[in-house]
């Protein structure tokens, strides 16, 4: 793909839906005191990301960075976060994949440290991921260039994988898309661990429930149904700025 470095204002809501969406999930408890998002910008190698430091509920539009694919920040001020080859490895490898969030969800954290049982389609939202949740086996930081690699490898053609012992990663084709993947991730993981805790044996969905699923779904309305709710949502609990132009 083509580096693009004539930035302009265009790129302002693709800023300010990055920071929403940062400030949104962690009013979810998907991100908490890390954890991080990035945004590509479309048809470059080239992604906004926010700081290193910063806290969640305080990014904004005008302090996240802009990096390129070797982890070096072309636009912005502060370091990016010690994972951003997760993101790098992941967008290098994914032209379909504009969006990444890596984050240390508790619930997908104990599916990794529970013997023979894996995250399953519970939910109708959740054929999202027929194709299955791979987990990665290092449960380290990934910091270094190879790990970042053997992270992407490992989700391949995935939307989502685990981390062992970890946390996990999920992929989207856009900012919008990631929040909304990130929402159904948890209440898919939240309804299984339900169903276990009842002592039950959970029943996913099979391949032909989910395939109707599929057959009738609208993803793009989806999407923006369920962004715009929380987008307003965020609004009137003061965690995002209302002169924010993030709608859908």
Known sequence: MATALNLSNSHDQLRARLAAAT????????????????????????????????????????????????????EGKGKP???????????????DVNSVIHCHMDLAIAFTMMKDVTILPMRSRASRWEDGIPMHPD???????PQGQALAKTLGSHNAALMRGHGM????????????????????????????????????????EMAAVNALDERDHHIQKLWNYYVNKAKKSDVVPANWDIDL
């Not at 010690?82 to 032209?95: D, F, G, N, Q, Y």
């Not at 449960?139 to 260039?145: A, F, Q, V, W, Y």
């Open 23 to 74: 400030r949104i999930l962690n009013m979810a408890g998907i991100l908490d005191y890390s954890g991080h998002i990035s945004a590509r910008i479309p048809g470059t190698d080239l992604f906004f990301i926010q700081t290193r430091s910063e806290s969640r509920e305080e990014v904004t539009p005008g302090s996240v960075v802009l990096c390129d694919l070797n982890c070096k920040v072309v």
């Open 81 to 95: 976060p010690s994972e951003t080859v997760i993101h790098t490895e992941i967008l290098r490898s994914r032209p």
């Open 139 to 145: 449960p380290s930081h990934i910091k270094k260039l």
């Open 169 to 208: 990663v999920l992929a989207a084709e856009s900012v919008p898309a990631l929040l909304t993947d990130a929402i159904h991730f948890k209440e898919n993981a939240a309804a299984q661990m339900q169903v276990l805790s009842a002592g039950q044996t959970p029943t996913p969905l099979s391949a032909a």
